[in-house]
């Protein structure tokens, strides 16, 4: 089973920041947050990943709370192509419990 | 373009068929893995090589046979399956051990429609 809790679904007005909450409250002191996205009918996409600490890459940012018990993916300009459902898993550097739930799925809106 | 190839992307296949499929990963990396993805369903683990051996098998059905030559390549061969085993099977590939994590790269997927 997942150890994530997403809602199931999100809308988001074109150009706005898409902030996508995520719930690991069971999460272990070797595991890490990452976040995919999977557009209709193709392959989850990576989108990032952390540890401890907030990142940032060209796609969007990660942050963590400081107890590591919940997190938020934040996509600063929403577009009708981030349309997707989005996925947040916990796994240590080995890949265990590499389980995808049902995600929470995010309609840009124009 | 995520480094990991499989073909077909499309297969129809009578339920006394045996067929398979193929992965190829261009990354380098150590682990392999077949999930499946059912209609409406989120995504199913069903096997995971690490050097080319089987590390997991998530009570995948017999009829579904997986086979790893080599680090790069992964197939997934497929015996008499059943209608309800229609669905998108994905690849992916990742380096596991690395410090910085285990992110997991997908290829786009095989669309199997038993019939």
């Known amino acids: 089973d997942a150890k994530t809790t997403q809602p199931t679904s999100m809308d988001c007005a074109e150009g706005r920041a898409a902030n996508l909450p995520c719930n690991h409250s069971?999460?272990?002191?070797?595991?890490?947050v990452y976040w995919y996205r999977q557009i209709h009918s193709q392959g989850p996409q990576y989108i990032i990943h952390g540890l401890k600490n907030n990142e940032t890459n060209e796609m969007a940012s990660l942050i963590i709370t400081e107890d590591r018990k919940s997190s938020t993916l934040i996509l600063p300009h929403a577009t009708l192509r981030d349309t997707a459902v989005y996925y947040c898993?916990?796994?240590?550097?080995?890949?265990?419990?590499?389980?995808f739930g049902p995600g929470t799925r995010l309609s840009v809106l124009p | 373009e995520t480094g990991v190839t499989q073909t077909p992307r499309h297969l129809v296949m009578g339920m006394t068929n045996k067929k398979s499929l193929k992965c190829e990963q261009h990354?380098?990396?150590?682990?392999m893995y077949w999930y499946k993805q059912s209609a409406k369903k989120p995504l199913e683990l069903m096997f995971v090589y690490n050097f080319k051996e089987q590390t997991e098998n998530n009570s995948v059905p017999s009829r579904f046979s997986p086979e790893c030559p080599n680090s790069s390549h992964l197939f997934l061969h497929l015996h008499t399956l059943q209608p309800e085993d229609s669905a998108l099977y994905l690849c992916?590939?990742?380096?596991?051990?690395?410090?910085?994590?285990?992110?997991?790269?997908f290829g786009e997927g095989s669309w199997l429609t038993v019939v």
């Open positions: 992916a590939s990742s380096q596991r051990g690395q410090s910085s994590g285990n992110t997991i790269y």
């Open positions: 898993i916990v796994t240590t550097n080995y890949g265990q419990n590499f389980v």
């Open positions: 069971t999460i272990s002191g070797n595991e890490y």
């Open positions: 990354l380098g990396h150590n682990a």
